[in-house]
T-cell receptor, first 112, second 112 residues
Framework: AQKVTQAQTEISVVEKEDVTLDCVYE???????LFWYKQPPSGELVFLIR??????QNEISGRYSWNFQKSTSSFNFTITASQVVDSAVYFC?????????FGAGTRLFVKA | DGGITQSPKYLFRKEGQNVTLSCEQN?????MYWYRQDPGQGLRLIYY???????QKGDIAEGYSVSREKKESFPLTVTSAQKNPTAFYLC???????????FGPGTRLLVL
């Protein structure tokens, strides 16, 4: 069975702190996609990144970075120098299309 | 601008009433999806459609119905058989059924 675990329900940080959101997944598939989405208070899910299981290179996009480790089945997301606008619920997901399994989400509060 | 629109933003349902949530996309995506999100939880798949005039049940299809008469449109009807309809409903689309999903702004359904 496929599963995505985001063990951190809520995280609270002060602006400019770095924060890492954890994501652990389970799958028997040899080929799969991993995703991160951001859900701000407005409700819409915003796509952040997709990673193919064959590509274990870490990725950096501005203040965002992702660490994919197949050996530990983890796909962690780090925000560097957090800002108040980063406050949102972040979802990790596995699969793609109708096979997508979402984690329960991590709510991030960034205080000024 | 390409994107996904959902209407209305808020919808109120009376006991025994069927209501329909609209989802339209102009991204020329083949696949479309409906998800339900309950407070503090991840997304659960209700229905999906990979091509016009075809759709499949997701994990929680009971009490819901859909149609896909046009590529751009995938309306969801919440029937009176759905006993606990209060939730946030998100529509998504993707180029292919295995690809990244892009989401609309959501509809919040409340029961009077």
């Amino acid at each position: 069975a496929q599963k995505v675990t985001q063990a951190q329900t809520e995280i609270s940080v002060v602006e400019k702190e770095d924060v890492t959101l954890d994501c652990v997944y389970e799958t028997r598939d040899t080929t799969y996609y991993l995703f991160w989405y951001k859900q701000p208070p407005s409700g819409e899910l915003v796509f952040l990144i997709r990673r193919n299981s064959f590509d274990e290179q870490n990725e950096i996009s501005g203040r965002y970075s992702w660490n994919f480790q197949k050996s530990t089945s983890s796909f962690n997301f780090t925000i560097t120098a957090s800002q108040v606008v980063d406050s949102a619920v972040y979802f990790c997901a596995l699969g793609g299309g109708f096979k997508t399994i979402f984690g329960a989400g991590t709510r991030l509060f960034v205080k000024a | 601008d390409g994107g996904i629109t959902q209407s209305p933003k808020y919808l109120f349902r009376k006991e025994g009433q069927n209501v329909t949530l609209s989802c339209e996309q102009n991204l020329n995506h083949d696949a479309m999806y409906w998800y339900r999100q309950d407070p503090g939880q991840g997304l659960r798949l209700i229905y999906y459609s990979q091509i016009v005039n075809d759709f499949q049940k997701g994990d929680i299809a009971e009490g819901y119905s859909v149609s896909r008469e046009k590529k751009e449109s995938f309306p969801l009807t919440v029937t009176s058989a759905q006993k606990n309809p209060t939730a946030f409903y998100l529509c998504a689309s993707s180029i292919l059924s295995e690809e990244t999903q892009y989401f609309g702004p959501g509809t919040r359904l409340l029961v009077l």
